[in-house]
């Protein structure tokens, strides 16, 4: 089905441990993003991608590494898992930086660091 | 930090008008309105973007006053599903990818 996916929905890791969450969209959209949400505050952009190839950090990158090798996938990893990076997780796309039709959200993923 | 103020928590009666204000009093020329919601447990969802005038889709309207110092979203038949936090958010035209998130509006809509 066309739309945005995330994998997995629920995920539950151990402290030191490396994780993938995976994004993919099947709009061939150009620009791709990763938030968190943490209790307490608003979504916080991770990293962004402009295109394939192309990324950059957001607000909060530390601990996190991006990559952007197809255009309808953007992985984020956490190279080693720590408790504070307990959180929600959604993947977003946009068509660009003005879109008439602002950005498209995933389902998120639901992380625990434990 | 977000550069929106909006209400903690509004209810509204089902059938009836929500409208759901936000003010951004420092708002810049260059700077657009975007409303998202999110309902519990999902991803956020568009609603409705505008810079100086007022703009209409088949979801809400938004007003924003001639200043710009201030907006309104409204939906003119609200619903239970409509029930979610309503996030107002300022930011560029050209770099919308840096929009800063509040605490948003929390909108229950009652039967």
């Known amino acids: 089905d066309a739309g945005i996916t995330q994998s997995p929905r629920y995920k539950i890791t151990e402290t030191g441990r490396q994780v993938t969450l995976m994004c993919h969209q099947t709009?061939?959209?150009?620009?791709m993003f990763w938030y968190r949400q943490d209790l307490g505050h608003g979504l916080r952009l991770i990293y962004y991608?402009?295109?394939?190839?192309?990324?950059d950090k957001g607000e909060v990158p530390d601990g996190y590494v991006v990559s952007r090798s197809k255009t309808e996938n953007f992985p984020l990893t956490l190279e080693s898992a720590t408790r504070s990076q307990t959180s929600v997780y959604f993947c977003?796309?946009?068509?660009?930086?003005?879109?008439?039709?602002?950005?498209?959200f995933g389902s998120g993923t639901r992380l625990t660091v434990v | 930090d977000a550069k929106t103020t909006q209400p903690t928590s509004m209810d509204c009666a089902e059938g009836r008008a929500a409208n759901l204000p936000c003010n951004h009093s420092?708002?810049?020329?260059?700077?657009?309105v975007y409303w998202y919601r999110q309902i519990h447990s999902q991803g956020p969802q568009y609603i409705i973007h505008?810079?100086?005038?007022?703009e209409t889709n088949e979801m809400a309207s938004l007003i924003i006053t001639e200043d710009r110092k201030s907006s309104t979203l409204i939906l003119p038949h609200a619903t239970l599903r409509d029930t979610a936090v309503y996030y107002c958010i300022v930011s560029p035209m050209d770099s919308n990818y840096q929009l800063i998130w509040g605490a948003g509006t929390k909108l229950i809509i009652k039967p």
């Open positions: 420092t708002i810049s020329g260059n700077e657009y």
């Open positions: 505008g810079l100086k005038n007022n």
């Open positions: 977003a796309s946009s068509t660009g930086p003005l879109s008439d039709y602002g950005y498209t």
């Open positions: 991608s402009a295109a394939a190839d192309i990324t």
């Open positions: 709009w061939s959209h150009s620009y």
